[in-house]
């Protein structure tokens, strides 16, 4: 069987989700907001306090039985 590398890809659901980003400007850092496990998280790269914010993302669902957000 013969597979093309031009398949079409599939349409990925995107929705506006809750994040944390790095403030710190020379950091790119950021992460989900329902994938945290504290409610102020600290950047992982600089280990600065990250801010609140929202970005269109694919849609993932957290199905952990810890996480209760």
Known sequence: MH????RP?????????AIWS?????CKGWMR?????SSTPICSQCQAKMVKGERMLAAVLNTSP???K
Request: glycine share 0%; aromatic share 12%.
């Open 33 to 37: 907001d329902n994938f945290t496990f």
């Open 3 to 6: 597979y093309s590398k031009k």
């Open 9 to 17: 890809l599939e349409d990925v659901l995107q929705e506006q989700t």
């Open 66 to 68: 810890i996480h209760s």
């Open 22 to 26: 790095c403030p710190n400007e020379n």
